[in-house]
């Protein structure tokens, strides 16, 4: 292998340009020509491939979004926008390619696969909702934003004695919500994978201003409701003054943190020692510390399952 080439794609998150970096760089030093292509698969389709050298990805390790932008494709999920790609791929003589991005993006490696070209994909994403790795890179910068967001609001919870319902993002993943409410003392966590007892959270909210507790702080993940919504479901059965915080795309920004910088170096790394090896096909992740690669076609077949005893620890200590 001579020529590979590194593309971000689907929701951006903290950490790409790290793992970026890191595939320029490793690839690089065992020679190998390195081509970024820039907005996803769509810019892959259009032919926008620019070789990279070293220089190229300094000064970006600390740089939240992805230098090579992102996109989401219709096309590329049809087989003739996959036939423009490998066409593509063919012209600049890539014959490994590394995918940074979320399952979907997943998805779309596993089809270029499928037809003969070499992939890996990375997982980039602040969800963290990908099987097969215990993390995803972004997901440690994105709870850090949001506990930032929950110690500040807790002061005004305070001052005021209000009831706050923080809504975060997770449309079917709960871990950003668990995470950050478990982190940031949160009386109640409300994800997609565990149904809610309304009575539940009330007699909880109740029990706590009779100890004289002076603020409730609730975390939501957006795919359950909208923190808006369920403010006032609370407010109307409590009769305690609540307000709704939409966190929103800040989550998304940022300077990413170590954790996710060291990670992002090290998952680029090991893809592309996975490509000098042969392997194709495969996403790479870690677990208990240690970097792993799973074949796409199991890897896909799983979805990420939140922690059960985390829920359960949660429940017991948010009081
Ligand atoms: P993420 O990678 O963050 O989950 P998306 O689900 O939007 O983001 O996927 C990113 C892109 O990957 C899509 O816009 C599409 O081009 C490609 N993709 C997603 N699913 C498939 C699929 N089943 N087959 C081929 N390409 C796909």
Redesign the pocket.
């Given at each position: 292998m001579k020529r590979i080439g590194v593309l971000t794609?689907?929701?951006d998150a903290p950490g790409m340009n790290a793992a970026v970096r890191a595939v320029v760089r490793k690839g690089i030093y065992h020679g190998l020509e390195v081509y970024g292509i820039y907005h996803?698969?769509?810019g892959l389709m259009e032919g926008k491939i620019k070789k990279m050298d070293v220089g190229s990805v300094g000064d970006i390790i600390q740089r939240g979004g992805t230098i090579l932008q992102t996109?989401?494709?219709?096309e590329?999920?049809t087989p003739e926008g996959?036939k423009k790609a490998i066409q593509r791929l063919e012209e600049f003589g890539i014959e490994g390619l590394v995918v940074i991005?979320?399952?979907?993006?997943?998805?779309?490696a596993q089809?270029l696969s499928h037809q003969g070209i070499k992939t890996i994909g990375i997982p980039g994403?602040i969800d963290n909702d990908i099987a097969f790795t215990d993390f995803t890179i972004g997901f440690d910068t994105a709870i850090n934003t949001v506990i930032q967001a929950i110690d500040k609001i807790r002061d005004t919870a305070t001052s005021h004695e209000r009831t706050f319902v923080i809504e975060v993002m997770g449309r079917d993943a709960g871990d950003i919500a668990l995470w950050a409410g478990l982190a940031g003392g949160a009386e109640s966590i409300i994800i997609p994978e565990d149904p809610f007892n309304m009575d539940e959270i009330v007699d909880r909210l109740l029990k706590a201003k009779e100890r004289g507790k002076k603020h409730s702080i609730i975390v939501i993940a957006e795919g359950v409701m909208s923190g808006v919504e369920f403010a006032k479901k609370i407010q109307a059965l409590t009769g305690f003054e609540t307000r709704a915080s939409v966190l929103g795309h800040i989550q998304r920004g940022g300077s990413p943190t170590v954790f996710d910088r060291v990670l992002a170096s090290r998952l680029g790394g090991y893809a592309v020692e996975l490509l000098l090896e042969g392997v194709t096909g495969h996403m790479v992740g870690i677990q208990s510390n240690r970097l792993i690669h799973e074949d796409f076609d199991i890897a896909l077949a799983q979805s990420h399952r939140v922690d059960p005893g985390m829920v359960q620890l949660a429940k017991e200590i948010s009081l």
């Open positions: 794609s689907g929701g996803g698969y769509q996109a989401r494709s219709e590329f999920k996959q991005g979320g399952d979907g993006s997943f998805r779309g089809k994403t």
